[in-house]
């Protein structure tokens, strides 16, 4: 039996048109009988580097006997010229999260995956501890079991106070080592309730790494830190 955790990200290819742009991470989460993909905002659009992919593919495994199957999903992301993801802000700001909501109509009949639920979430900020080990679900460098289609778990320890918004922003810090394409993974914890068909808490959504502008390129290793943003935007982005 393969573990569910692994069953709730998918990989995530931005195109524009039939061009490949870039390999990012998702995550499904379901509310009320709504199926809906989440993901960095930067990998639907970023300004500031120019990327504006028009359509994702998400690869979706359609054999719960068999993992090697899989068909891929596009999603357009502009219908009659408007977004069709929605993101979210609080008073920091823009929020790095991104989520669009799937058709149950389009997807294949046997398709297999597993979905996040409020019920996930946490009730209060105050529940994890600095120096708590969770887990980075996703595609780093777009690395995965390529057969299985399956992705990778990254090792990490919430590295700032889970309490307070970091630096007055919507995120928090983790101490991990992650690269590129692990951009809208889910950061989970392992919940207290073991006989849970998914016995994870979805503590965030990661971003990206940080660094220092000051870090001197030849003697100074790279912090080693990421942001994730709270996954509580998800009840508001998802309503």
Known sequence: MIEPLLLTTARVSTFESKRLLTCSSGFFFEREGRLFLVTSRHVVIDKPSGHF???????????????????????????????????????????????????????????????????????????????????????????????????VVRQAAIASSFGLRFQGLGYFLTDARTHRGTSGAPVVMRSPSTNAPLPWKLLGVHSARMDMGSRDLQLDETLGLNCAWYADILLTLTT
């Open 53 to 151: 992919p028009d359509r994702i593919e998400i690869e979706l495994h359609t054999d719960a006997k068999n993992l090697t199957r899989s068909s891929r999903m596009s999603v357009l992301l502009y219908l009659d010229g408007k977004s069709v993801w929605r993101q979210g802000g609080d008073t920091g700001g823009e929020i790095d999260v991104a989520v669009l909501e799937l058709e149950r109509a389009v997807l294949p009949q046997s398709v297999v995956l597993q979905c996040f639920t409020p019920a996930h979430l946490l009730r209060s900020l105050q529940e994890v501890e600095v120096g708590t080990s969770v887990l980075i679900v996703g595609f780093p460098l777009g690395f995965h079991d390529a057969l299985h289609h399956l992705p």
